[in-house]
Structures are given as C-alpha cells and as structure tokens.
C-alpha cells in the first residue's frame, strides 16, 4: 500500500507564502498523476493543482499566476509552492496521487490570516 505524507502547512500572514511537500512511499513515476486538492470548512474538496507523469501541470484559475505545482522524482517528492497567500486560500490541502485507484494523503492545514 502506497502512502503519501503532506507537510508544509502553516499559519501565515496575506501576501505571504509556504511550500508543501508530498512525500510517497514508493516510486512517483508508479502515478500516471499527482495533484493537490484542497477543501476548506463546509465545502467539498476542490482541486488546486495537477502534474502529470510527463510534466504537464494544470491549475485551478483561483490559483493561477501564485500556486506553482513541481516534482523530485529522485526524492518521490511533489510540491506545491504558494506564494501571495490570500484568506481565502485558508483549507486543509490534501496530496493525491493517480493510478488505476486514488491514493490520498492525510492533509495539511493552510491558514492564511488578514
């Protein structure tokens, strides 16, 4: 069973930025993809960022132009770097990873104060 373990979150001030890790426990070129998904409280799980096997990034458009999704194959490692931190970009942010089934990390909170 392939485990993936988020870290990086934090309290930060608007304007500001943190990096999130995602660590698996296996080879990152076992997921056809990788993404961050985020979903903040009483609303659904939303995604926030995807990088393909082959290096393709998608982003959702709130987070276009801030949010920069990457991987480390050599550390099994997918980040996601957030920068000009908003309030409303406050969740817990969770880690998937794509094969034929979903593997999903525990979560890290993000909260981003005014």
């Known amino acids: 069973q392939v485990q993936l373990v988020e870290s990086g979150g934090g309290l930060v001030q608007a304007g500001g930025s943190l990096r999130l890790s995602c660590t698996a426990s296996?080879?990152?070129?076992?997921?056809?993809?990788m993404g961050w998904y985020r979903q903040a409280p009483g609303k659904q799980r939303d995604l926030v960022a995807i990088?393909?096997?082959?290096?393709?990034?998608t982003y959702a458009d709130s987070v276009k132009g801030r949010f920069t999704i990457s991987r480390e194959n050599a550390k099994n490692t997918v980040y996601l770097q957030m920068n000009s931190l908003k309030p409303e970009d406050t969740a817990v942010y969770y880690c998937?990873?794509?094969?034929?089934?979903?593997?999903w990390g525990q979560g890290t909170q993000v909260t981003v104060s005014s």
């Open positions: 296996a080879s990152i070129f076992n997921f056809n993809r």
């Open positions: 990088i393909t096997k082959g290096g393709s990034t």
């Open positions: 998937q990873g794509a094969t034929a089934i979903l593997y």
